[in-house]
């Protein structure tokens, strides 16, 4: 009888232990949806399908150089305003978005934690912190956040750096999807 005991104590944990492992990955992949490019776009995408998936409002320019650079204006992302680059590889393929705001003169800590909640909000928690600094030593603070989100299909880096000074501020923002296999 004690044995009977036994070994149904050890099916039942068994049966409790599976349904856990079960039910932990759809948990987990549930969290963060994969993102197949940005926006509309898609990793791999030739020159004339970039035209027709971004539309109207692409900005192509000749460079000096032979290439082209791909482009949009005033892209509102977690709130704020943004330039896009679409980053092509030799073979005119799509393979990594910029959304960013180059170097700006003003404080954007608050702008940078408004864009983090809204990747959170759309993509789940963030799967690594690249970085996380502040230093401060009375005449200098920078700080430094990096994030990144690893998806199945599309890395998303998050990166704000803000480095103020006696002379004035200089702040960065930023968020760059990529091609997370390569292509």
């Given at each position: 009888?004690?044995?009977?005991?036994?070994?149904?104590?050890?099916?039942?944990?068994t049966i409790v232990l599976l349904a856990i492992c079960y039910l932990i990955p759809v948990t987990v992949s549930a969290q963060?949806?994969?993102?197949?490019?940005?926006?509309?776009?898609?990793?791999?995408?030739?020159?004339?399908?970039?035209?027709?998936?971004?539309?109207?409002?692409?900005?192509?320019?000749?460079?000096?150089?032979?290439?082209?650079?791909?482009?949009?204006?005033?892209?509102?992302?977690?709130?704020?305003?943004?330039?896009?680059?679409?980053?092509?590889?030799?073979?005119?393929?799509?393979?990594?978005?910029?959304?960013?705001?180059?170097?700006?003169?003003?404080?954007?800590?608050?702008?940078?934690?408004?864009?983090?909640?809204?990747?959170?909000?759309?993509?789940?928690?963030?799967?690594?912190?690249?970085?996380?600094?502040?230093?401060?030593?009375?005449?200098?603070?920078?700080?430094?956040?990096?994030?990144?989100?690893?998806?199945?299909?599309?890395?998303?880096?998050?990166?704000?750096?803000?480095?103020?000074?006696?002379?004035?501020?200089?702040?960065?923002?930023?968020?760059?999807?990529?091609?997370?296999?390569?292509?």
């Amino acid at each position: 009888m004690l044995i009977h005991k036994l070994n149904l104590l050890a099916m039942t944990r068994t049966i409790v232990l599976l349904a856990i492992c079960y039910l932990i990955p759809v948990t987990v992949s549930a969290q963060s949806a994969d993102v197949l490019g940005w926006e509309q776009t898609r990793w791999g995408m030739s020159a004339e399908e970039l035209a027709t998936a971004v539309g109207p409002d692409l900005v192509v320019r000749q460079l000096g150089n032979g290439r082209t650079e791909y482009s949009l204006a005033d892209y509102r992302l977690g709130g704020q305003t943004f330039g896009v680059r679409f980053v092509r590889d030799f073979a005119g393929r799509l393979i990594e978005v910029r959304v960013g705001s180059g170097f700006t003169n003003i404080n954007r800590m608050e702008d940078a934690k408004t864009l983090e909640a809204s990747l959170v909000n759309a993509h789940g928690r963030f799967t690594h912190v690249i970085a996380n600094r502040t230093v401060d030593d009375g005449n200098t603070r920078l700080v430094i956040r990096k994030l990144k989100w690893l998806l199945p299909t599309t890395t998303i880096i998050f990166h704000h750096g803000m480095t103020v000074v006696p002379e004035g501020t200089h702040d960065t923002l930023t968020v760059r999807y990529s091609s997370t296999r390569g292509l």
